[in-house]
């Protein structure tokens, strides 16, 4: 698998050597010093943010009382609450939908490892529609979508984890949620809480648009008048099959919303939103009318086709969408680049509940399909320990603003215990720059 914008050897070393890869190499222990890697320049906003430890730790004091002894590392407590489902991490698997790359093999490796994590999982959009049957009945013929559910429910154990299964407008038309709320397979999802629809208003790969896949000349002749279908290639033999990018203005989006909780009572609500300019308003439009999740995809997102004029110069960074979002209404999912444990924290600090593993997931089972995204993700489990331990706080929802600095001023003023905000200088400290609820102070803006 070749892999664009992300960091492909970084990831694959830690499919391979799990927790080992978040260290210098071993062999270098005794003759190396070490220090900050030198020419190691920011890809983005995120990247270029730093996490910035107290000296006084409030929260340390509080545990050690709590325990008896000083608290470690190991002591951070990471199972959360995220889109009402359990989850033994601050993480999901983001939705890789028709995609060639995630069909077959990889996307079910992906599952079965993400159920034994227990991690929700996303399935993304378009796949019934792109394979031309659900397979209910007869196993032997059953569809990549169901193949990806029956992987999960076999490897997963205990009360975490979930899946949540996207549609779009041509799914709709085929009802694949109805389908998959009435499957046999789906009840012991339903029966414990752990089955999810998401709403995929747009995403960070190609905000505005549908999803966008390559496909063969037969295939191209079964989805004619289903998706459309044109033909720019020069070898002719891939046409391009556009999906719908779907029709939203507020009150659109809060229909859907509660025709979703009055059709699929049993189910949790996730949306899911492209990085716009309104990312603000779209998302407590969301949480107003019950999501129980929404996730914002920023623009270095992306795992599917799509055009380079899309993926470089449109839409939002992950980082603005958060800072525009400000303190969250409900709970806040964040997607866009995500491989280790630094960008997850900083997020949190952002007001992201967890985050989604989209490309490295699929790195990682490529690099080992057996067990290549359960060592990535211990190996980020560890670094989210230090990195939360290194800030004085055992739970995830003490992170905060404050705990980030800004090196230009973009960020949101951090706040203290009381909820006040902050007094900082605008000279690119800790939390420094415009508040949130402003969009008219921001240089260069």
Known sequence: MKVVGMPDV?????????VEAAFPPTEEYGGTVFGQRYGAAPVDQIDSMRLVPPVFVPDRVSKLVELGREPLHADVALRTSLGGFQSSLPLYVSAFGSTQVSGGDIGVAVARQAGRLGVPMVIGENIVPTYGHYGRVDPGTESLLLRRIRAYLEEATGDCGGVVVQQSTEDADMEVWNTIYSDPTAAALLSTGRLGFELKVGQGAKPGLGGITLVDQEAAARLDGVYRIEDHSNDMRHLLR??????????????????MRNNFPRA??????????DIREAAAAAWDAGADAVTVDGAEAGSGWAPYAMLEHVGLPLAECLRRIGQPEGCLLASGR????????????????????????LIAVDEDPHAGLERLVKCLELEVRLLVSALGKYELHRVGPEDVWWPAERGPRPHDSTGKTCVSGGDGRAGSGPTAASDSVRPGG
């Not at 970084?10 to 799990?18: D, P, Q």
């Not at 556009?242 to 025709?259: A, C, D, K, N, V």
């Open 268 to 277: 949790q609500v996730w949306v899911k939103l492209h990085p716009g300019r």
């Open 338 to 361: 995500m491989w280790e444990g630094s960008r997850l924290v900083k997020c949190l600090a952002l007001g992201a509940r967890a985050v989604g593993l989209g490309r490295a997931a």
């Open 242 to 259: 556009y999906s719908s990018p779907g029709t939203f203005t507020s009150e659109i989006l809060r229909m859907q919303i509660r025709l």
């Open 10 to 18: 970084a990831i694959r070393e830690r499919a391979r050597l799990g």
